[in-house]
């Protein structure tokens, strides 16, 4: 199979199994807990986003360039993925008792074990970015199918008596981080092992630094608005907009793939002269349109029949965040080419822009609108952040064109 539908098969398993997921918590459990859960997700795409410091990204772009020795990458990227998770899971683990209220109605126990496998979730992300940059697509979607399956049993697990508990989910999540992080490992081979002293890393700390911004001002900019909204409004009010905020989620699900698959594609190509093949063809934004006319028509059925009655406020959200999925989700293709091309700096002010603008919305509006002001910043802020980067990718081209001739296209991906 291509890799692209190897990836889109591989990622729907994942991102149905988290649907599966919330709707589980939300029926069983309420919005509140319902808001408790998405907020460790979120967390958990900050460990992603923050605490890899660029280094899932850096390693993509270092092997697809084939200028590097997968050991090299993989070796110095476990190394420093270790030590960056232990003090994650510090930090975290004492936030987790300093501040209960933000993860209530979950203890702090709970949270800490979870923020425990930080060390884990990041030697899993910088060894699925070794994968990536060097071709193993079906390895690399498998640490997602993995993962998502140790989900799945902690699902089945809330059958038992007396484990139908929120805090049964926090563990399978918490054991499906190390389950991707040992698959990562035997996938790569003896190259994970850790190497001291940076090796192609150090090389690279031009790119690891725009990585790193990138990547902390993309998740901010998609996931800080549920904390923010948490914050100001309760986990009531997140837990709506996070019932809502699966109408984004599965309206951006292919152009993340596109975005992943690009990357190294840009990559390899950037260096020969050549463009690499356009992220998405007529069939995936045919597919992904009519995904987005069917939920902007039926937002509360939509929210609903996943969540339950109880969420019936979120489908007014779900409408509003359809629009803000489209822009944002070509923006993250621009994105994606950028990071190819050796992430100049749009690469991480479009998105930086856009989240300093999403904070100070929220700020503002919140208090009085509450979630119906989050979801209308978020629109306003994904414009932000598509025009920028492609703006930026439009210079990108201009340089790369020797004596202002373009390049011819290449085919379009499916």
């Not at 339950?308 to 779900?318: I, S």
Request: include cysteine; proline fraction near 7%; charged fraction near 10%.
């Amino acid at each position: 199979m291509k890799p692209f539908a190897v990836t889109f098969a591989a990622r729907q398993f994942g991102a149905w199994t988290f649907i599966l997921t919330s709707a589980v918590v939300g029926r069983a459990f309420g919005p509140a807990t319902r808001g408790a859960v998405e907020g460790l997700a979120v967390l958990r795409l900050g460990l992603h986003a923050v605490a890899c410091a660029g280094i899932p990204a850096a390693a993509t772009w270092l092997v697809a360039r084939r200028a590097t020795p997968v050991a090299d990458v993989a070796g110095a990227a476990t190394a420093a993925s270790l030590a960056l998770g232990i003090v994650a899971a510090l930090v975290l683990a004492a936030g987790a008792f300093l501040a209960p209220q933000v993860f209530a109605p979950l203890p702090p126990w709970a949270v800490a074990a979870f923020v425990a496998t930080a060390p884990a979730t990041l030697v899993g992300q910088a060894l699925s970015g070794v994968l990536l940059g060097a071709g193993r697509t079906n390895a690399w979607n498998g640490l997602v199918v993995a993962q998502r399956t140790v989900v799945l049993v902690a699902l089945l697990v809330l059958l038992v008596p007396g484990l139908r508990r929120a805090e049964t989910v926090v563990a399978g999540m918490a054991l499906a981080e190390v389950a991707s992080a040992v698959l990562g490992a035997r996938f790569v081979g003896p190259a994970w092992r850790p190497r001291r002293g940076g090796g192609a890393l150090r090389e690279a700390r031009g790119y690891l630094r725009a990585a790193f911004l990138h990547g902390v001002f993309a998740f901010a900019f998609v996931r800080c608005d549920v904390l923010v909204l948490s914050a100001l409004a309760g986990t009531e009010a997140s837990g709506q907009f996070a019932a809502a905020s699966l109408a984004r989620d599965m309206l951006m699900f292919v152009p993340w793939i596109a975005g992943m698959l690009h990357v190294p594609k840009v990559a390899a190509a950037s260096g020969s002269g050549r463009r690499a093949a356009r992220p998405m063809g007529p069939v995936s934004i045919a597919v992904t349109l009519a995904v987005a006319a069917a939920i902007f028509a039926f937002p509360t059925t939509f929210v609903t029949t996943i969540h339950g009655g109880r969420f019936v406020e979120a489908g007014a959200l779900a409408r509003i965040l359809v629009p803000t999925a489209l822009v944002a989700g070509v923006g993250h293709l621009l994105l994606a080419e950028l990071l190819g091309r050796g992430a100049p700096p749009a690469t991480y002010l479009a998105p930086g822009l856009a989240f300093l603008g999403s904070v100070a919305g929220n700020v503002v509006f919140v208090p009085r609108h509450g979630a119906v002001a989050t979801a209308w910043t978020a629109l306003a802020a994904s414009v932000v952040m598509a025009s920028i980067a492609a703006a930026g990718v439009a210079a990108a081209r201009r340089r790369d064109r020797p004596g202002g001739g373009a390049p011819a296209p290449a085919p379009a991906t499916p």
